[in-house]
């Protein structure tokens, strides 16, 4: 009786090396694409605490204003340029996610036929050593009755 053997285990392991490595990608994008969520809160805090500080002083002058203003035109600008960037960024993250299935899927056919490759062998094992039990009791009633 023979052991079993996969042909294509070289494939599938290839397979699962890629489906891992495509993972670790998504996770990238995914983190970037939190970075950058943060990144536009904090700025957004920044600016709120800003007009905040502002709005307690005692003696406001002109260029006070002028300069808050021109914080708020700084932190909108950052913000739309946050926003462009975050869009390039849920496009990638979309397209790596699709990458990311199409590489589980791969691997998990391959894993199917491998089970399956499996099953069928099992099932021959099994059918080979009946075959091999029942000659061996016919050989053992043979020998009796001689």
Not at 2 to 9: D, I, K, V
Not at 77 to 85: N, W, Y
């Amino acid at each position: 009786m023979t052991s079993f053997r996969f042909r294509l285990e070289k494939v599938l392991d290839w397979r699962h090396q890629q489906m891992e490595l495509e993972e670790a990608r998504f996770k990238q994008q995914t983190a970037a694409l939190a970075e950058m969520d943060g990144a536009r809160a904090a700025l957004e805090a920044a600016g709120i605490r800003a007009e905040l500080e502002v709005r307690t002083w005692s003696p406001l002058a002109g260029n006070d204003l002028a300069a808050l203003a021109g914080f708020r035109l700084h932190t909108r600008r950052q913000q739309q340029e946050i926003a462009r960037v975050r869009a390039e960024a849920q496009k990638k993250l979309e397209a790596q996610q699709a990458t990311m299935l199409e590489a589980r899927r791969r691997s998990r056919l391959l894993e199917r036929l491998r089970e399956r490759r499996l099953a069928e062998w099992q099932t021959d094992s099994d059918r080979e050593l009946e075959e091999l039990a029942g000659e061996s009791y016919l050989a053992g009633l043979a020998r009796r009755r001689a």
